[in-house]
Structure formats: structure tokens, C-alpha cells
């Protein structure tokens, strides 16, 4: 019997992961870089025993289905080639999310789940090895590894691509994120599909490969002169171009709701009374705010006017994977 636990926190990307040049290896067709998070975090304890006949996952207290439980699998088969270790494992996870509002993160998910099977097994892999592991449950579980500002170097193999801290700590300790939880209508189109359907449909993909690149190299430069302004501005752009890909796939989709609308158009109010703050959005409907810490009440008490509190949830920099005995 072999047993490991770990806690891994999720990570918002300022410059997106968005498409795949290998869908085995999941190697990305761009760099990205994320700010990981304190509030939001999974923690996993596999174990590995020679008495169990199949591989079983428990998320939250239930046994998943058969799908849920065949990715976790997937997982555990690379893992399984890569140690000695032949036996079925148990996964047990619960995932801390202030509420149930579709903030369960893949990228928290795989990450604890490749630091616990790094314990359990005694791999004793280096970071970046976890790194690269983690990124072959989902691509932006490599940069949950790490805490702070992190960059997802894209790299040609499954070797070189990785992702590693921005050395910014001081910095990171002045931000903010505000999360606007906004319900939705729509069925969901997980990232996996629609960055799919994105690469190989949209007319406006290959605009976005040649804007991340300057988009980092802004993002980059202003991390390192602390410039909030030009950071937030490159962001929220960023954001908006990755979602501009989604209008012209086919058949066409965005992951915009009325609500999300509502959210941006508040952050330009923000923005007008002299608020500085940026919006970002993922797969979903939330909207995330980049701000300064000492802006964040302000910015939430003029939300409340328009939102319900129990939607406003904030969140600071964050650490990376941490081992649990
Ligand atoms: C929009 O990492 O969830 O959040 O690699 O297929 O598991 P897979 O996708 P995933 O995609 C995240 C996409 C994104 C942008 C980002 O986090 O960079």
C-alpha cells in the first residue's frame, strides 16, 4: 500500500492557454501566464493498493461515474508507466470553493492529484518534472505547481514544456482578485472542447497566435516594473481576443451571459470613478477582477449595488502544491 496527500490551489491565467498543438501530450499552441490563488484549492490523497481490481474516484464525498473516474485513470496510467507501480489506486478528493458556483478547477484538480501520486509512489520528482506531469491531466494544472505569478513555457515535446515562477513575490502581496459568480442558462462547452472546435474552425485563431506573444512580452515587462496599469490593460485584452476566437468557430459559441456583460460594464464604471481594475474570463460565464488590494473594498461595496454578495468572492496570491501528512 503506497499513500500520498497534497493541496494544490487554482490559477487564473492573465495571458490564456488556448489551444493545443499535441492533444496526447497536451502541448500548448502558445506561453500563458496565471496569478495562482489562496481561496479556491483541491486536496487529494491517492493510494495505490494491490488488493484493488479498478482504479476508483471519490470527489467531495461521492464515488464518481464511469467518465468522471476514466480521466482520473488516464492519469493514473501515466503515472503507472512511469514507476514500477502496477497495482489500482483510490482517489479521494474534495474541493474547497467558497460556493457551488462552477469554480471547481481542473488545474487544482490535476495538480494535487500529480503531487500525491509523486508522494505516494516516492518518484521524487523536481518541480518542474511535477510540472510537466501535471500538464498531462490538464494544461493548466502545470502552473498550479507553482505559487505567485507563473508562465507555462508552451515548448516543442513533452520534455521542454513546463511551467515556472515569474520572481515577483513582493508584488504579488498588493493584488487582488475579485470573483463575480454569474449564474447561466447555457449548457456547458468544457475548455477541452471548445479550444478544440476554436483551433480547428475559427478564421480568427491565427490572429490570436500572433497577438499572445506581444501580449506576454507586455505582461512580462510590467510584472517586473510593477505596473499595474499596463498589466490590467494587456490582461483584459488578452481575455477579450481569446473570446473573439470562440464568435467566429464553427458552429459559433461564446461563454458570455447577460451577467458577464453586466460584470464588464461595471468594471468600466469602476474604472470611470477612478477604480482601477481589469476583467478576465475562462471556459464560463464569471467574471474575475484584477486589483490592487487597497482598491478591493471600494470596488466590492459599489458591486454589492448591482450584485448579490454571496456572488462577490475575493482571493489573493497563493502558494503552490504543499504536501499533507
Ligand atoms: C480558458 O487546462 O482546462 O482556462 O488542457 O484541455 O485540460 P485542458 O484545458 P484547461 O484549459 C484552460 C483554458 C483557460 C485558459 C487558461 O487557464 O490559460
Not at 196 to 223: C, Q
Request: with cysteine.
Amino acid at each position: 500500500m503506497h499513500k500520498g496527500r497534497a493541496r494544490a490551489y487554482t490559477n487564473i491565467a492573465l495571458i490564456k492557454y488556448w489551444g493545443k498543438k499535441d492533444e496526447t501530450l497536451i502541448l500548448p499552441m502558445n506561453n500563458s501566464l496565471s496569478l495562482t490563488l489562496n481561496a479556491f484549492y483541491t486536496e487529494t490523497e491517492v493510494i495505490f493498493d494491490e488488493t484493488y481490481t479498478q482504479d476508483s474516484f471519490y470527489l467531495d464525498g461521492e464515488l464518481q461515474d464511469a467518465k468522471a473516474t476514466s480521466k482520473v485513470s488516464q492519469f493514473l496510467d501515466i503515472v503507472r508507466q512511469l514507476s514500477e507501480e502496477k497495482s489500482y489506486a483510490q482517489v479521494t478528493s474534495k474541493n474547497f470553493v467558497p460556493t457551488a458556483a462552477g469554480l471547481a478547477s481542473s488545474a487544482s484538480g490535476l495538480a494535487a492529484l500529480a503531487a500525491a501520486c509523486n508522494e505516494a509512489l516516492d518518484l521524487q520528482l523536481s518541480d518542474r518534472a511535477l510540472s510537466r506531469l501535471a500538464r498531462r491531466g490538464s494544461g493548466s494544472a502545470c502552473r498550479s505547481i507553482f505559487g505567485g505569478f507563473v508562465e507555462w513555457e508552451q515548448g516543442t515535446d513533452d520534455a521542454s514544456s513546463y511551467a515556472q515562477p515569474l520572481n515577483s513575490d513582493d508584488w504579488t502581496d498588493d493584488l487582488a482578485m475579485l470573483f463575480i459568480l454569474v449564474n447561466d442558462q447555457q449548457k456547458d462547452i468544457s475548455s477541452r472542447d471548445g479550444m478544440k472546435r476554436t483551433v480547428e474552425t475559427s478564421s480568427f485563431y491565427p490572429g490570436w497566435l500572433e497577438e499572445v506573444p506581444k501580449d506576454l512580452a507586455i505582461a512580462k515587462k510590467a510584472i517586473s516594473e510593477k505596473d499595474f496599469t499596463t498589466l490590467g490593460t494587456v490582461t483584459e485584452a488578452n481575455c477579450l481576443k481569446m473570446h473573439g476566437t470562440t464568435l467566429a468557430a464553427v458552429p459559433p459559441f461564446t461563454y458570455w451571459s447577460p451577467d458577464s456583460l453586466k460584470a464588464m460594464q461595471a468594471v468600466r464604471s469602476l474604472r470611470s470613478a477612478g477604480i482601477e481594475c481589469y476583467f478576465t474570463m475562462d471556459a464560463g460565464p464569471n467574471v474575475k477582477l484584477l486589483i490592487e488590494k487597497k482598491n478591493l473594498a471600494q470596488a466590492q461595496a459599489y458591486l454589492e449595488t448591482l450584485f448579490d454578495s454571496a456572488q462577490l468572492v475575493s482571493a489573493f496570491a497563493g502558494p503552490g502544491i504543499e504536501i499533507l501528512k
